[in-house]
């Protein structure tokens, strides 16, 4: 894991891991009196009721920010697992879940960006690599429209990387394009992670003939 920086306010601690921040948005337009690149530090909890704070960090799509209350809760993963595809980036995932990271570590996460494009140093992570990449693709979700779900899983959702392929997500979710059509999916769904699929976000075994490595 990468380095995390904490905040201490009276309501809320914040803390920030700056290898995950790929977005200047939501928290420095949401709350700007607490957000400020400029100052130092740059995060300043105490300048928002907690409640405020709460809702600006839980936008942070890539979890590069979250908090921890006063009374030592952390912050409640949204109930349904959704995994949002942003046209021509990554994949903005919510909920409850349990990330096993190639050294074999467990992280539990409540918002994470999936790299989509295969070009990040920072795998399974988006680091805005796609830019960069030229990386294209609409955010569609092809052919594929809204499945029943086959079987009531309970949270956690599992992510597993396969080495070389896909990210493989075990457990109910909703996959969403990036216009807001979903599709649900029960049971086991593989997530592109080298950029190569046709049938994007979905893994069609490209990742086999395009000669994509990671861990
Ligand atoms: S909302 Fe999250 S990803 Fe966006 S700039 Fe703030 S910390 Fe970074
Ligand atoms: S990971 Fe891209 S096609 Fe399998």
């Not at 990040?120 to 830019?131: L, Q, W």
Request: aromatic content about 4%.
């Amino acid at each position: 894991m990468s380095k995390k920086h904490a905040y201490e306010g009276k309501g809320l601690t914040v803390t920030f891991e700056a290898a995950r921040c790929i977005h200047a948005a939501e928290c420095v337009h949401g709350l700007p009196d607490v957000f400020d690149p400029q100052a130092r530090p740059w995060v300043a909890p105490d300048a928002a009721a907690p409640e405020a704070l709460e809702k600006v960090i839980e936008a942070c799509p890539t979890g590069a920010l979250r908090y921890r209350r006063a009374d030592g809760e952390d912050e409640a993963p949204d109930t349904e697992a959704t995994f949002s595809v942003v046209a021509d980036g990554p994949l903005h995932a919510r909920g409850d879940l349990h990330l096993t990271l190639p050294d074999g570590s467990t992280e539990r996460l409540t918002r994470l960006a999936l790299c989509r494009c295969g070009a990040s140093a920072n795998k399974p992570f988006c680091d805005n690599s796609h830019d960069e990449a030229g990386f294209r693709d609409n955010g569609g979700l092809g052919a594929e429209s809204a499945k029943p779900v086959e079987e009531e899983t309970a949270p956690p959702i599992k992510l597993r990387l396969r080495p070389d392929g896909p990210v493989v997500v075990e457990g109910n979710c909703t996959v969403r394009s990036a216009d807001g059509a979903t599709a649900h999916q029960g049971g086991q769904v593989a997530l592109c992670r080298c950029g190569g699929s046709a049938r994007k976000p979905y893994c069609d075994g490209s990742h086999k003939r395009n000669g994509f490595k990671a861990d």
